[in-house]
């Protein structure tokens, strides 16, 4: 699409002076929540020009979900957004964003299924007046389907999509996974839909609409577990901290903490018995194959268990990374952020910020060579660029005075 609707700080170039990959997209941000604010991210971090359309009993709602505007977690969210305050309940906030919509690329919703028809901001009302829109959607179970009117948050898809049968300990309860996982996968597999739909774009010239869901994120990410049941007939239980196939692959307690190994292939078998002082096993038939210690995984664990517990994490760490074999500390979120690798791969990002002065975010965890990704904007006030944005999108001065009266914006 045309390019005269960019503004100056939203260009190709960053600040910093690298490129911005995706400086020429805008995108409408109706998203709440987690799922289609992190699907916004993808997008932000790399330069889109996001527009939020937001009103204050909306952002206060959403305290509920991510905390207060100035908590950590929504400025994480959010970041990297222009902000304008509009009403789309009254029927000016609706035609106004229909007129930013015209120059719109991309737009990302993750209401329930029936509220973005009966605002009138759904995918056919926005494709009638621009049909090169690119419109994202996600939803807790999808847009169709017996399920599709029931809302949906990361724990019931988490249960109903299977990941908390495999999680947890043999014979427990089932256990959640303790990040939002489900919306997490949803974004970036709806951020990875719109950008396929763009370069489509770019062949057909026209726009589409990408759809995906809470569900159809979780079940997809069960990956190999889904795969013993749809070709081999097994249904995966909860294995703890084990591989499910692979011995030895787990978490263990060593003198002083816990740390995983993975050495379950013959290679690297072999070398963890070199330096665990196990090379006996090699020669006992119950150990010697993948399929031996399969069979007596029980038995293999407990031995391995009390050898790597006469020594230190930090002891065992050294030793077998020097051998090859994969493995590392437990760590806390606080040891993560202090970890030498961490911090030199630059995964949290200093952004000053206004009012809060200067914070730390997560950054994006891509690096393409000669593009920015640094974080360029932080959470701007509610509103605080609708004057702005709507005298590009060619309002006056009196129009935007007029809506203001009428408190749509």
């Given at each position: 699409?045309?390019?005269?609707?960019?503004?100056?700080?939203?260009?190709?170039?960053?600040?910093?002076?690298?490129?911005?990959?995706?400086?020429?997209?805008?995108?409408?941000?109706?998203?709440?929540?987690r799922a289609g604010p992190f699907a916004v991210r993808q997008l932000s971090d790399w330069g889109a020009d996001v527009l939020r359309i937001e009103r204050r009993e909306v952002d206060q709602?959403?305290?509920?979900?991510?905390?207060?505007?100035?908590s950590g977690d929504f400025q994480n969210l959010h970041r990297g957004k222009r902000s304008i305050g509009l009403d789309l309940k009254a029927p000016e906030g609706r035609a106004t964003f229909?007129?930013?919509?015209?120059?719109?690329?991309?737009?990302?919703?993750?209401?329930?299924?029936?509220?973005?028809?009966?605002?009138?901001?759904?995918?056919?009302?926005?494709?009638?007046?621009?049909?090169?829109?690119?419109?994202?959607?996600?939803?807790?179970?999808?847009?169709?389907?017996?399920?599709?009117?029931?809302?949906?948050?990361?724990?019931?898809?988490?249960?109903?999509?299977?990941?908390?049968?495999?999680?947890?300990?043999?014979?427990?309860?089932?256990?959640?996974?303790?990040?939002?996982?489900?919306?997490?996968?949803?974004?970036?597999?709806?951020?990875?839909?719109?950008?396929?739909?763009?370069?489509?774009?770019?062949?057909?010239?026209?726009?589409?609409?990408?759809?995906?869901?809470?569900?159809?994120?979780?079940?997809?990410?069960?990956?190999?577990?889904?795969?013993?049941?749809?070709?081999?007939?097994?249904?995966?239980?909860?294995?703890?901290?084990?591989?499910?196939?692979?011995?030895?692959?787990?978490?263990?307690?060593?003198?002083?903490?816990?740390?995983?190994?993975?050495?379950?292939?013959?290679?690297?078998?072999?070398?963890?018995?070199?330096?665990?002082?196990?090379?006996?096993?090699?020669?006992?038939?119950?150990?010697?194959?993948?399929?031996?210690?399969?069979?007596?995984?029980?038995?293999?664990?407990?031995?391995?268990?009390?050898?790597?517990?006469?020594?230190?994490?930090?002891?065992?760490?050294?030793?077998?990374?020097?051998?090859g074999v994969p493995c590392g500390p437990v760590k806390n979120i606080r040891e993560v952020f202090e970890d030498p690798q961490v911090q030199h791969l630059g995964i949290a990002q200093k952004?000053?910020?206004?009012?809060?002065?200067?914070?730390?975010?997560?950054?994006?965890?891509?690096?393409?060579?000669?593009?920015?990704?640094?974080?360029?904007?932080?959470?701007?006030?509610?509103?605080?660029?609708?004057?702005?944005?709507?005298?590009?999108?060619?309002?006056?001065?009196?129009?935007?005075?007029?809506?203001?009266?009428?408190?749509?914006?």
């Amino acid at each position: 699409m045309a390019d005269d609707h960019r503004t100056a700080d939203h260009g190709v170039e960053s600040v910093t002076g690298a490129r911005r990959p995706l400086a020429r997209f805008r995108v409408l941000d109706l998203t709440h929540a987690r799922a289609g604010p992190f699907a916004v991210r993808q997008l932000s971090d790399w330069g889109a020009d996001v527009l939020r359309i937001e009103r204050r009993e909306v952002d206060q709602a959403a305290g509920d979900l991510i905390g207060t505007r100035d908590s950590g977690d929504f400025q994480n969210l959010h970041r990297g957004k222009r902000s304008i305050g509009l009403d789309l309940k009254a029927p000016e906030g609706r035609a106004t964003f229909l007129r930013l919509a015209e120059g719109a690329d991309v737009i990302i919703e993750n209401m329930r299924t029936d509220v973005k028809h009966r605002l009138g901001v759904d995918y056919e009302a926005v494709r009638a007046v621009n049909p090169h829109i690119v419109y994202g959607s996600i939803s807790g179970f999808g847009q169709t389907g017996p399920y599709s009117d029931r809302g949906g948050v990361d724990q019931i898809a988490q249960g109903l999509g299977g990941l908390m049968s495999v999680t947890g300990e043999p014979g427990g309860r089932p256990l959640r996974v303790g990040i939002a996982i489900s919306d997490l996968c949803a974004g970036l597999f709806l951020a990875q839909g719109i950008l396929t739909a763009l370069l489509d774009r770019e062949v057909t010239g026209e726009g589409t609409w990408v759809q995906t869901s809470l569900l159809q994120a979780q079940v997809t990410m069960l990956d190999n577990q889904a795969m013993r049941w749809l070709m081999g007939g097994h249904v995966p239980e909860a294995a703890g901290n084990d591989h499910p196939t692979g011995v030895p692959m787990g978490t263990y307690r060593t003198s002083d903490a816990w740390m995983n190994i993975a050495a379950s292939s013959q290679r690297l078998f072999i070398r963890f018995c070199g330096v665990a002082g196990l090379d006996w096993m090699l020669e006992d038939d119950r150990f010697a194959t993948g399929a031996a210690r399969r069979a007596n995984a029980d038995e293999l664990k407990r031995i391995v268990a009390e050898v790597l517990a006469t020594r230190s994490a930090a002891d065992w760490t050294e030793a077998l990374n020097a051998a090859g074999v994969p493995c590392g500390p437990v760590k806390n979120i606080r040891e993560v952020f202090e970890d030498p690798q961490v911090q030199h791969l630059g995964i949290a990002q200093k952004v000053a910020h206004p009012e809060l002065g200067e914070i730390s975010l997560i950054g994006s965890p891509v690096d393409i060579q000669g593009a920015s990704k640094r974080i360029e904007r932080p959470i701007p006030a509610i509103g605080a660029d609708t004057d702005a944005v709507l005298r590009e999108a060619g309002l006056t001065d009196e129009d935007i005075d007029a809506l203001r009266r009428k408190e749509v914006i």
